[in-house]
C-alpha cells in the first residue's frame, strides 16, 4: 500500500539566541504583556490578567526553557517592575 501523502515529520530544536530575546520581549509588550517580580518570584500579565509560561510558549511558538531564559534576562533589566 502506498501512500499519497509522505510521512515527513521533522524535529527542530534550535536554542533561542541571546539577540533574541529582546526582539520576544518587545513583540509580547505589543501585545500588552508585562513582566513583575514578587516576593515569591514573578509573573507575566497580560492587561489585569496573570498569564501562565505555557501559554506563552502556545502564544509565541517558543520552548519552555526560551521563556526561563526570558525571565533570567528580563531580571538583569533595569526598567523592569519589583513589588
Known amino acids: 500500500m502506498t501512500d499519497t501523502f509522505p510521512?515527513?515529520?521533522?524535529?527542530?530544536n534550535r536554542q533561542m539566541r541571546q539577540?533574541?530575546?529582546p526582539k520576544l520581549w518587545k513583540a509580547m509588550q505589543e501585545e500588552g504583556c508585562?513582566?513583575?517580580?514578587t516576593r515569591t518570584g514573578?509573573?507575566?500579565?497580560?492587561?489585569?490578567?496573570k498569564i501562565t509560561a505555557k501559554s506563552?510558549?502556545?502564544a509565541w511558538?517558543?520552548?519552555?526553557?526560551?521563556?526561563?531564559?526570558l525571565v533570567y534576562w528580563l531580571s538583569e533589566q533595569d526598567e523592569i517592575l519589583w513589588e
Do not use: K, N
Open 34 to 37: 508585562w513582566f513583575r517580580h
Open 7 to 12: 510521512r515527513r515529520r521533522q524535529l527542530v
Open 42 to 49: 514573578h509573573e507575566f500579565m497580560c492587561g489585569r490578567y
Open 61 to 69: 511558538t517558543v520552548s519552555p526553557s526560551a521563556v526561563s531564559r
Open 19 to 21: 539577540e533574541d530575546l
Open 56 to 58: 506563552i510558549c502556545e
